[in-house]
């Protein structure tokens, strides 16, 4: 899938030999709160509209992967479904985005809850 990006973003990077997925697999003292591996759906439903992968989550934020680019600095409304079910809704600023081959892998900080979209959204 070729992404284009649209006019005034920020396009992104080159495809690096070196780029690969790192999960929370060690702890690390950067870090403002532990992470865990989630099997949560996300679907962001504002700027743009994509479903992502979470890779991993944590109390502030979460590492997810998506086949749109986000730009850094750009807040996302998020749709989160758990594994159970519930559906949490939050916005999220992208503190860093990098490219795995053809996707899009970003750090997102949760910045706040919203009002979820009404039914006819």
């Not at 992968?53 to 730009?71: F, K, M, N, R, Y």
């Not at 594994?83 to 706040?112: D, M, T």
Request: proline share 7%; charged share 25%; aromatic share 4%.
């Amino acid at each position: 899938m070729s992404f284009k990006p649209k006019r005034g973003s920020n396009p992104p990077p080159p495809v690096r030999k070196h780029s690969e997925v790192r999960h929370a697999t060690h702890e690390d003292d950067r870090r403002r709160a532990p992470r865990w591996a989630s099997d949560a759906e996300i679907e962001i439903i504002a700027p743009v509209q994509a479903k992502a992968v979470a890779l991993d989550v944590s109390a502030t934020g979460i590492q997810l992967q998506l086949e749109a680019w986000l730009s850094t600095g750009t807040l996302c409304d998020l749709r989160i479904t758990t594994h159970s079910g519930r559906q949490i809704f939050k916005r999220a600023r992208v503190v860093w985005a990098r490219r795995v081959g053809e996707a899009c892998v970003a750090g997102l900080q949760v910045v706040g809850s919203i009002t979820p979209p009404s039914a006819s959204e």
